[in-house]
């Protein structure tokens, strides 16, 4: 399994910006896609998750009406849009295959990691 993230960048706060999480093996088009985050200093944390159809999607309070995943199971991609960008959203952000087809809060449930891409919102 090869997790791929990409579309991280500097943005100035209010802004938007799209990760993308691309699966070039395809092995994972079953499972659920978590993404997580982690800032400087700071514990990796859930953002969102989605299931292995896309019917079901799982958020953080923290970003709750300002980000939406979204699956294109034709293209093995998942897709994390980001809204009204704030400068604690700065961070690595990484997607991860669950290993169930559903998502989870518990970075515990994901047995392939994505690199990193890089998110900073600047004030």
């Known amino acids: 399994v090869q997790l791929q993230a990409s579309g991280g960048g500097l943005v100035q706060a209010g802004d938007s910006l799209r990760l993308s999480c691309a699966n070039s093996?395809?092995?994972?088009?079953?499972?659920?896609i978590g993404w997580f985050r982690q800032a400087p200093g700071k514990e990796r944390e859930f953002v969102a998750g989605?299931?292995?159809?896309?019917?079901?999607?799982t958020y953080s309070d923290s970003v709750k009406g300002r980000f939406t995943v979204s699956r294109d199971r034709a293209k093995n991609t998942v897709h994390l849009q980001m809204s009204s960008l704030k400068p604690e959203d700065t961070a690595v952000y990484y997607c991860a295959a669950s290993r169930t087809s559903y998502s989870s809060k518990d970075h515990s449930q994901y047995n392939y990691w994505g690199q990193g891409t890089l998110v900073t919102v600047s004030s």
């Open positions: 989605i299931s292995w159809n896309g019917a079901s999607t």
């Open positions: 093996k395809r092995t994972t088009s079953n499972n659920g």
